[in-house]
């Protein structure tokens, strides 16, 4: 997803949610997207990139006009 489309996203209402892995542990959390930077957006923590990207992709499911999924397969978040 480029900054572009982010960014179009935002401004329409919705967040981009995203797994980030927090530095220097392998614990995975949701973040979402405000502009410019990822803030976190629970305080739920996943021990892998595959539970919290379901967890994502089961927000988007339940509310499609709040939330869009930012995956990329392939690519460990955070690391980019």
Known sequence: MTTQEK???VASGKFVLK???KPKQN???ITYYNLGSY???SWDRFDTKELCEEKIK???AESPNKFVAEIEPG????TK
């Open 58 to 60: 089961s927000m988007v």
């Open 75 to 78: 690519v460990e978040a955070g």
């Open 39 to 41: 803030n976190i957006w």
């Open 19 to 21: 797994a980030r892995r």
């Open 27 to 29: 614990i995975w959390e």
């Open 7 to 9: 960014y179009r996203h």
